[in-house]
């Protein structure tokens, strides 16, 4: 958008809208135009409270687009961890739900939640935990129910839940023509497979009620018991070591998940390092001190530090100012196995200067248990998750180092990726599943007034 454009008169605001909007003459425009990766500049953001103001703002969008004869930047932002940074704009309009964040229990029994998607996944823990439920979240409590639960979630407990999406029993959603709309496997059901793994482009999600997971308070009467085991190796052979840790996780029970971050050793090119966090659910029992034994013994431990904890001590929120400082640049990969493509592609990558670490992640588990096409989440068949994290201001040649591996995957998690490009874009659904949602968004927002968010 250029400043001549920025500076365009757009239609007066409603009255409806004029007390939620901050503009940068505001004391707290600052506070609310960026997210955790990027400074936005939008022109106007506004601070939502309900589903009637949601309404309100997705109209007057509308209306403006209308009048300037083109499309002006409207991004929506929950939470404001979003890798994508399709939550803040320049020159646009930012729709700030971070006001509609309530966390209600319906029925304490059967684990039903309702969650507004301005709340934060530390906060939803904290009140849940109270219950003895749990739900698989993203990894930082700071992270926003609406971005991530519309998109995957790929959370500590993946091996236990799956992903948050497949949690998703019925939603509030509001459509680029402004009306409510509540949806279910009964109630508009083309939208409630859509908002499941297909982000905000068919509308902006408000509410969900999940479908929680019971666990059984510790003898100390601890609730939602995690037993935390987080181990520190210095690895010489990253193949022998990845099969070894991979025949580890995928034998042990859903109870236990495991994810590592692998980067360089600072005194020695041969090394590997590599983070291990590895999180039984529930109790610890004999079988879970079993398995930490064994993770013992994949490789040489330098350090090692196992605890006892909640969920939500896991995953509790700090509730992080919004100052867009964490300039990284993330790219991923779904995949079926280990195998020398990947092995390949690790040693080449932590070469670079310009990687910084490399996530793998075991993801086997339920999520190969559903079909498809049971929600907007393509790929059913991957085991693994990889992640490379680099510096931004080199992303041409991180894309470069990636490409090879990304090549053989079955596809890429699209609210994980820096990347932001249409060749990215196409890797985050598959062909049947791109169609289908190309369908529901010409339904449903064929102008793309909701315009800041992969599109399928």
């Known amino acids: 958008m250029t400043d001549s454009d920025n500076q365009q008169k757009w239609p007066a605001l409603p009255a409806t809208l004029s007390n939620i909007a901050v503009t940068k003459n505001s004391g707290k425009y600052e506070s609310v135009s960026s997210n955790y990766f990027k400074v936005g500049h939008p022109r106007l953001v506004f601070m939502a409270e309900n589903d009637e103001q949601v309404s309100h703002v997705v109209e007057y969008a509308g209306n403006v687009q209308r009048f300037v004869g083109h499309q002006i930047p409207f991004s929506v932002r929950s939470g404001g961890h979003g890798i994508t940074n399709y939550s803040v704009n320049d020159g646009g309009i930012i729709i700030d739900l971070s006001q509609m964040n309530q966390v209600n229990i319906l029925d304490e029994a059967k684990g039903l939640v309702k969650v507004q998607a301005g709340a934060v996944w530390g906060d939803v823990a904290d009140k849940i935990s109270k219950a003895d439920l749990v739900l698989s979240s993203g990894d930082f409590g700071d992270t926003g129910v609406g971005g991530l639960a519309t998109s995957g979630g790929l959370g500590l407990l993946v091996r236990k839940q799956g992903l948050t999406t497949d949690q998703i029993l019925g939603a509030t959603i509001i459509t680029a023509d402004g009306k409510k709309r509540n949806v279910n496997k009964e109630e508009n059901s083309d939208l409630f497979w859509a908002i499941r793994g297909g982000g905000s482009q068919v ?254």
């Not at 236990?256 to 980067?263: D, E, H, N, V």
């Not at 790219?331 to 070469?351: E, G, Y």
């Not at 949602?437 to 102008?447: A, E, N, R, T």
Request: aromatic content about 10%; glycine content about 4%; proline content about 3%.
């Open 203 to 456: 509308g902006i999600v408000t509410e969900f009620i999940f479908q929680a997971d019971k666990v059984e308070p510790a003898k100390s009467g601890q609730r939602v018991p995690i037993g935390l085991q987080k181990l520190s190796y210095n690895v010489f052979d990253l193949s022998h070591f990845l099969f070894a840790w991979h025949s580890w996780i995928t034998t042990a029970t859903e109870d236990m998940s495991s994810l590592l971050m692998l980067t360089k050793n600072d005194s020695n090119s041969s090394i590997i390092s590599v983070q291990a966090t590895n999180i039984w659910c529930g109790e610890k029992t004999d079988l879970c001190e079993k398995y930490f034994t064994d993770a013992l013994n994949i490789a040489k431990v330098e350090k090692q530090d196992e605890s006892n904890l909640s969920y939500h001590t896991l995953v509790q929120a700090p509730h992080l100012p919004h100052e867009g400082a964490n300039n990284v640049y993330v790219k991923n990969v779904l995949l079926t196995k280990i195998d020398d493509h990947l092995l390949n592609a690790l040693h080449t990558m932590l070469k670079s200067s310009a990687v910084m670490g490399i996530e793998v992640r075991a993801i086997d588990g339920p999520i190969n248990q559903l079909s498809p096409d049971f929600d907007a989440w393509s790929f059913r068949e991957a085991t693994l998750f990889v992640a490379m994290w680099g510096d931004i201001t080199q992303s041409g040649l991180l894309n470069q180092l990636f490409k090879p591996l990304q090549e053989h995957g079955c596809g890429v998690y699209g609210a994980y990726s820096s990347d932001t490009s249409k060749s990215e874009t196409t890797k985050a659904w598959s062909r049947d599943t791109r169609e289908r949602l190309q369908k529901v968004v010409k339904k449903y927002d064929s102008k793309h007034i909701i315009n800041q968010s992969r599109y399928a």
